[in-house]
């Protein structure tokens, strides 16, 4: 897909699932190489960033997602039973008819497959990534831990780190240091941008590592709540239609 579709589709998608609006915007790169880091918010997240972030994104994924033959299962499990609320054996036919639409659609948005649990395939992610950022684009990145308790006030689970080491290649190959975007997306239908934070290299690759994963949760997390405090002083207006669809996970 290139990017003049990739916008319209996203304007489509914009006006019938989302039509929220986009906070911090003097915060966003004129273009890439870049990555945002962003909270899931369940089904909502993914279809935020993607309608209000105004540059072209290729998001990490979960593999089954963009698999024909595991897609099925995982919506059912993930989107159909846990946010539909549909139960067997309805749930499979309609994660089934859902797949039909869903894999075609991530794959032509150039979403790049994450094997949860499996360190040996994060080489793949890792280099897949690379080549977008070589091409002067931007990554969308969810790296919520699915294994640990939600936070009960915001709904965010624990980073991962591996998005990090993103940093790492990216300065080992061209000698830059790659800018991270905090993405904080609320149910009131806002979308905030904050300020980018720079890999550093003069730290050691593990510290580094949990510096930014550290200052992304952190940051993220104080948007979100900033969002809600207004939002319950009725400062904020919900503003998207509130109808999730499975597309895109975490």
């Known amino acids: 897909m290139n990017d003049r579709t990739n916008h319209f589709l996203m304007r489509v998608i914009n006006l019938f699932l989302w039509g929220g ?3 911090g915007q003097e915060n966003l790169p004129p273009r890439g190489p870049a990555v945002f880091i962003a909270n899931h918010l369940e089904a909502i997240g993914p279809i935020a960033a993607y309608c209000s972030i105004p540059l072209r994104l ?7 997602m963009v698999d024909e033959e595991k897609a099925a299962d995982w919506l059912k499990w993930d989107f159909v039973e846990r946010t539909l609320e549909l139960q067997p054996p309805v749930s499979a036919w309609v994660a089934k008819g859902l797949s039909k639409i869903t894999v075609p659609l991530l794959r032509s948005l150039g979403c790049i497959p994450v094997y949860q649990g499996d360190y040996d395939r994060l080489a793949d992610t890792l280099q897949l990534s690379m080549d977008v950022l070589r091409q002067r684009k931007c990554l969308l990145i ?9 936070d009960p006030v915001t709904g965010m689970k624990p980073f991962q780190h591996s998005f990090a080491r993103l940093g790492e290649k990216y300065f080992a190959e061209t000698s830059g240091r790659l800018e ?19 890999y550093n290299p003069c730290y050691a690759v593990g510290a580094e590592r949990q510096r930014l994963k550290g200052l992304m949760e952190n940051a993220i997390k104080t948007m979100y709540m900033q969002m809600e405090n207004e939002d319950s002083s009725n400062m904020l207006t919900p503003r998207q239609n509130q109808n999730p669809t499975g597309a895109f996970s975490r």
Not at 58 to 64: E, F, K, L, R, V
Not at 142 to 148: C, I, V
Request: a negative charge.
């Open 21 to 23: 609006e986009m906070v």
């Open 180 to 198: 991270f975007y905090p993405v904080a997306i609320h149910a009131s239908g806002y979308v905030m941008i904050g300020k980018a934070v720079t």
């Open 142 to 150: 969810f790296p919520e831990d699915n294994r640990l308790p939600e």
């Open 58 to 64: 290729y998001a990490w994924t979960i593999a089954d």
